[in-house]
């Protein structure tokens, strides 16, 4: 496997069920980032680990917990979550933080999700 | 709040035809950079810019950043069907760095 993957692809969940998404990289990068993509609207940042370490966490509703084991791996754990939540979720990495330099963030393929 | 106002939101054109996407904003960038989301896919770099007046050219894109860093415009030239997708803009600001400003993306189609 190259750069980054994200499983599953596809999820269907109900508002009580409680799943994980699961994103690698394989790039050696230091930063991992979570990103929500709804249709026609900016991507919104929710979560940024630099070294393992949770950097941000943008005012994101608790039913939504990150974890970042090591520096190759970032989860996105979800619970009780609502029909607004369905989106597109996008993991990125990059070799450290400096993105307002311009520094490339590589995205894995993304989650579709759909809360019923 | 900033914001990065992209425009046009949906563009739809012959093959070998010019288009021109806009991102303007109040605010002033650090950085620009434009990538492009292609179905079931996410979002590759194409080009970032950091000085004002910069312009960079990929093949058929030219990707200008405006004079006073408010501003980008990516122009692609006799547009191919492979150059369907969703093109997003990106500027990055000396407030934070990991917080980029994302537009609201452009969606490209090329028809053959």
């Known amino acids: 496997e190259t750069g980054v993957t994200q499983t599953p692809r596809h999820l269907v969940m109900g508002m009580t069920n409680k799943k994980s998404l699961k994103c690698e990289q394989h790039?050696?990068?230091?930063?991992m980032y979570w990103y929500k993509q709804s249709a026609k609207k900016p991507l919104e940042l929710m979560f940024v680990?630099?070294?393992?370490?949770?950097?941000e966490n943008n005012s994101v509703p608790s039913r939504f917990s990150p974890e970042c084991p090591n520096s190759s791996h970032l989860f996105l754990h979800l619970h009780t979550l609502q029909p607004e939540d369905s989106a597109l979720y996008l993991c990125?990495?990059?070799?450290?933080?400096?993105?307002?330099?311009?520094?490339?963030?590589?995205f894995g393929p993304g989650t579709r999700l759909t809360v019923l | 709040t900033q914001l990065l106002e992209q425009s046009p939101q949906f563009l739809s054109i012959q093959e070998g035809e010019n288009l021109t996407v806009y991102c303007n904003s109040s605010?002033?960038?650090?950085?620009l950079q434009w990538y492009r989301q292609e179905p079931g896919e996410g979002p590759v770099l194409l080009v970032t810019?950091?000085?004002g007046g910069e312009v960079k050219k990929l093949k058929r894109l030219t990707f200008q950043f405006g004079d006073a860093r408010k501003d980008s415009s990516l122009h692609i030239t006799a547009a191919q069907p492979g150059d369907t997708g969703l093109y997003l803009c990106?500027?990055?600001?000396?407030?934070?760095?990991?917080?980029?400003?994302w537009g609201a993306g452009t969606k490209l189609i090329i028809k053959p």
């Open positions: 990125a990495s990059s070799q450290d933080l400096q993105l307002a330099g311009g520094e490339e963030q590589f």
């Open positions: 790039l050696g990068h230091n930063a």
């Open positions: 680990y630099s070294l393992e370490e949770r950097v």
């Open positions: 605010s002033v960038f650090s950085s």
């Open positions: 810019v950091v000085t």
């Open positions: 990106a500027g990055g600001t000396e407030d934070s760095n990991y917080q980029l400003i």
